[in-house]
């Protein structure tokens, strides 16, 4: 056993260039431990290479800043370091407020949480004694004691004590007597071993008294307290500030501090082991003389110093036999170096080992919780218990289980690395195990047991039966229907089940809720009959109808054919919602299938029945459009009389190609009744009817060969849409938009339009543009044509007639020639 003080800060109140505020870390029993948190303590925590985040807690003796002020950044580090674990705190009550201010304004930004304790010991009577320690931490390995100091405001003091180590084993005996992990932790906890064949293993002729527990008293800001050495008695190590030297003493009464000397008349009149000063004053640059004081009273002091460590290990009593380890047969001195720390080491790993290739059951302490798991010390030896291995159940608060000894298999051994992993779950899973084959055994379908809701999940609700889970699925946890299991059992609920079924070879139970009560079709009203009216409340919709409960466990399906009288079916959720109380007529009842069939069209009259009076030919009427289809619009006159109004019949002029171009859903449209047909329940309307045929006079003014202006509206397959005056529309083909510079038309243009056909029972007009340019220009060219042969036979004609006459005169030239040549 070991106790380590490690020291980072030994300055008071002012901090020089080489000394920083009270920090200090204590190593025992495993822990990590510190004590006071001055400024820059993360950092200096960084520099002599100790993890903060494997901190168990921090111990705060009293709130002036050189105490305290560093904990706001180290808390922050450990936070942006990734700190899981919750961090335990210590100190007098007036730190809660601080540590509250912190957490108030880190919001969202701490990645663990601060559990505080409030340690304020009896300060009204510090005078000039201490009225003793109060214990307000104990385990099975140490306790916590916190004890009143006199300062100028409330102070405290902290005692560590280890509690009383198990027993040493005899190395030889191990092997002489063959002893198993179990026996060897029986006798170590000082009880005999009585084996099967009656043969005594007595602790006394195994085993060696156990090493003295050590203890650390730490002694923060405080003035001189004579009776101050009856608390701290005995310890091992003692921290006790010295702020100032002696020829100070005035001064340090004054600040209610200590001088060295009278640090040194505690530690003496204590009967320490060794005495540890710090918090000295920035006055002294020589700390000496602070040295010299205190051993002049107490030898064995040492002085603080930054990142300096003083251990205290415990000692065997004389004629007690312990385990070393031979280091060294002979060093520099011609001395034999031993080590019992070592050899206590090297016996651990082999207790692990043996127990790991035995798989026995080892004791282990829960240290603290760490990453995905926990620490727990097995032999000593820090092993890692994995969060899933920890219990068969789901784990809440992994806190609960710290400082706890608990029974652990070794599962897995790394001796390269030395790791060692453990489970808890293990020994549970092998005892659920035969709890299981054992309960399987006895079970029978129907019978009824009791047990807690263990888990629940969307589809149904695992129960502990008392060793053996089951599952009760959704549909067999009520008669109604329910959404979420939830709605009927809470965890940790005890309750009463029964077994459907069960499989023994994959050890699964199927278990009913439902079926301790009577089927609700069996308490059904025997005079419930078809025609009677039900109400209910709708608690499914569906596509093709509702589901409505008229009593919890019977349900009824209302068809959406039987929510209105129109054949026109839509959609459910048109009519009802979920929680609708509704009023229904029961239309089947079939009780052997537990079966019924609603309606609630038929509480209302069919309004087909007299469709011919309310609705003859050549009504009119406003409906709702409803639905639409490549044929047609379908509107509702009233609830269950639809009525189609075909694509031909809503416009006399426009070109409709779906219904949609020409109205919308839910829009109201003025119908006249063009046709009856009561027995297939169907009506033909018609909108355009409301009007007389345009297309009569259209006849008239839309001769064949008529000129008119007309705007290019839009473009279709193969040609183009015009509309004319009255909002009649026309057709144009591509190559008769030519326009007369040899560029088609365009949207929006507004252009002289020639009809060249008119169908008025087609309602068709087809135009022509290019005509009406083409036609005046091939007439006037025809004419210039004309004009231009007849001028031509004109000519040929005069042409001819000159010819002639020339040659006449010629041949009277001829002739006088010849005359006067004779």
């Not at 205290?312 to 047969?329: D, F, G, L, P, Q």
């Not at 760490?370 to 727990?376: A, H, P, R, S, Y």
Request: proline letters at 3%.
């Amino acid at each position: 056993m070991e106790i380590r003080l490690t020291t980072l800060g030994v300055s008071s109140a002012s901090p020089t260039t080489d000394r920083y505020p009270s920090a200090h870390v204590l190593e025992i029993c495993g822990r990590l431990f510190l004590i006071d948190c001055g400024e820059c303590c993360q950092m200096l925590l960084k520099r002599h290479h100790i993890p903060m985040l494997r901190l168990n807690a921090i111990f705060i003796s009293h709130l002036h800043g050189d105490h305290y002020f560093g904990l706001f950044g180290l808390l922050s580090s450990m936070s942006l370091a990734g700190r899981i674990v919750p961090l335990r705190i210590y100190g007098p009550s007036s730190l809660e407020e601080v540590l509250n201010f912190y957490n108030s304004r880190m919001n969202d930004r701490n990645t663990f949480e601060t559990v505080f304790t409030a340690v304020d010991a009896d300060f009204g009577n510090i005078e000039e004694s201490c009225t003793g320690a109060v214990r307000f931490f104990e385990d099975e390995k140490m306790e916590v004691f916190s004890f009143p100091l006199k300062h100028r405001i409330p102070v405290c003091g902290y005692l560590f004590r280890e509690k009383p180590a198990q027993r040493n084993m005899r190395k030889e005996s191990i092997a002489e007597y063959g002893l198993s992990v179990s026996e060897i932790l029986q006798l170590k906890s000082g009880t005999d071993v009585v084996r099967e064949n009656g043969t005594v293993v007595s602790v006394e002729d195994v085993t060696c008294p156990p090493m003295k527990p050590l203890s650390f008293a730490y002694c923060s800001d405080t003035a001189y307290l004579p009776d101050l050495h009856k608390t701290v008695a005995g310890v091992d190590l003692i921290y006790h500030e010295a702020t100032f030297a002696e020829e100070h003493s005035g001064l340090a009464a004054e600040m209610f501090h200590s001088t060295a000397r009278q640090a040194a008349m505690v530690a003496a009149e204590a009967g320490a082991g060794q005495l540890v000063i710090g918090h000295f004053s920035s006055r002294y640059k020589d700390l000496s003389r602070l040295l010299s004081e205190a051993r002049s009273v107490f030898p064995d002091t040492s002085l603080a110093s930054e990142g300096e460590s003083f251990s205290v290990v415990s000692i065997a009593k004389k004629s007690n036999i312990v385990e070393v380890y031979v280091e060294t047969a002979e060093d520099k001195k011609g001395q034999l170096i031993l080590s019992h720390r070592k050899a206590h080491s090297l016996r651990s790993w082999d207790l692990v080992n043996d127990a790991f290739e035995k798989d026995e059951i080892v004791k282990g302490y829960v240290k603290c919780r760490t990453k995905g798991g926990m620490i727990v010390d097995v032999f000593g030896i820090e092993a890692f218990l994995p969060g899933s291995q920890i219990d068969v159940k789901p784990i809440r608060d992994y806190d609960v289980f710290v400082n706890k000894t608990m029974d652990f298999k070794i599962v897995k051994i790394n001796n390269e690395y030395r790791n060692v992993v453990v489970s808890h779950k293990a020994l549970i899973e092998a005892e659920i195990e035969a709890q299981k084959t054992d309960i399987i055994s006895k079970l029978e379908k129907g019978q009824v047991l009791e047990g807690t809701v263990k888990n629940i999940t969307s589809y149904g609700v695992f129960v502990d039966l008392g060793g053996v889970d089951g599952l009760i699925h959704i549909t067999d946890l009520s008669w109604g229907r329910i959404n979420h299991p939830e709605e009927v059992v809470s965890l940790d609920q005890k309750i009463n089940v029964v077994i459907l079924d069960f499989d023994d070879t994959k050890k699964r139970i199927a278990l009913g809720l439902k079926q301790l009560s009577p089927h609700p079709w069996d308490a059904l009203d025997a005079n419930l009959k078809v025609g009677d009216k039900v109400k209910g409340k709708v608690v499914v919709i569906a596509d093709y109808g509702a589901f409505v409960e008229i009593q919890p466990g019977v349900e009824g399906l209302i068809h959406v054919s039987e929510m209105s009288w129109s054949l026109h079916l839509r959609s459910a959720q048109d009519f009802l919602k979920v929680g609708d109380e509704v009023e229904a007529v029961i239309l089947t009842l079939d009780r052997e299938e537990r079966k019924m069939s609603l309606g609630i069209k038929q509480l209302k009259e069919d309004p087909w029945a007299t469709i011919g009076q309310k609705y003859p030919i050549n009504s009119k009427h406003t409906a709702i459009v409803r639905n639409f289809t490549n044929f047609g619009v379908f509107v509702e006159l009233e609830e269950g009389v639809d009525g189609l109004v075909h694509i031909s019949d809503l416009s006399w002029t426009k070109k409709i190609k779906h219904p949609s171009e020409f109205i919308s859903l839910g829009d109201k449209l003025e119908v006249v009744v063009l046709e009856v047909d009561q027995e297939n329940r169907r009506l033909s309307l018609g909108h355009k009817q409301l009007e007389e045929n345009p297309w009569d006079v259209f006849e008239a003014n839309y001769p064949l060969g008529s000129i008119h202006d007309g705007t290019v509206s839009a473009f279709a397959d193969k040609g183009a849409i015009i509309t004319l005056d009255e909002g009649v529309e026309g057709t144009c083909s591509m190559k008769n938009l030519q326009k007369q510079d040899g560029t088609t038309a365009t949207v929006g243009e507004v252009l002289p339009f020639k009809v060249i056909e008119f169908g008025k029972s087609s309602k068709k007009i087809v135009l022509s543009h290019t005509r009406t340019w083409e036609e005046p220009k091939r007439e006037e060219s025809k004419r210039e044509n004309d004009s231009t042969q007849s001028a031509v036979r004109k000519l040929k004609a005069n042409l001819e007639k000159t010819t002639l006459g020339d040659i006449s005169e010629l041949a009277d030239l001829k002739n006088k020639m010849e005359q006067e040549a004779k």
